[in-house]
């Protein structure tokens, strides 16, 4: 009986390939190959992927050591910590990509901006147990950069706080 199963996996394995959905005859690279204009994803959701000297050219030093590098700024000397007067918009400093609004950014005396929440898909979470301590971790999904992190210790309704580097988001104001 053994016998009969091991016969069975290495049949399926040997011939696996045949259960693929490739028509019989076509072959691999007849495939044609995926560019940015024939995935049928929006412009403003695609991918941004540079290379490490490309994002050196790109961005400022400090830019460049949060998003890249998972560095910190100091806290109270980011331009945006405190919630500015206009309404508007924040913008992954990498990529563009719209992350914050102005409508979920509070004052937490914190020395970092801090929002209750993000923009729908923006932004990726996952864990970071760098310094000892287990965190979560917020970066960009459009560009992978890293912007900070968020709590569950926030005000407002959704319980977060997302503490966020200003030096890794650019910020416009509503017209
Ligand atoms: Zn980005």
Redesign the pocket.
């Known amino acids: 009986m053994k016998l009969l199963f091991m016969t069975f996996y290495a049949f399926f394995f040997v011939f696996c390939p045949g259960c693929s959905d490739r028509e019989p005859g076509q072959s691999v690279t007849a495939k044609p190959i995926d560019t940015p204009k024939n995935t049928g994803v929006p412009m403003e959701n695609q991918k941004?992927e540079l290379t490490d000297w490309q994002w050196k050219q790109k961005l400022s030093p400090e830019q460049y050591n949060i998003l890249r590098k998972k560095g910190t700024e100091r806290p109270y000397t980011g331009e945006y910590y405190l919630k500015p007067e206009q309404d508007g918009t924040y913008v992954?400093a990498?990529?563009g990509?719209v992350i914050f609004k102005t409508a979920s950014q509070f004052n937490s005396h914190c020395g970092w901006p801090s929002f209750s929440e993000a923009q729908p898909n923006s932004v990726t979470e996952s864990t970071d147990t760098s310094y000892g301590m287990v965190r979560t971790e917020i970066t960009?999904s459009?560009?992978g950069?890293h912007l900070g992190h968020v709590f569950e210790d926030g005000p407002g309704p959704t319980g977060l706080r997302y503490c966020i580097n200003s030096a890794a988001m650019e910020f416009n104001e509503e017209q």
């Open positions: 941004v992954c990498g990529c990509n960009c459009r560009c950069g």
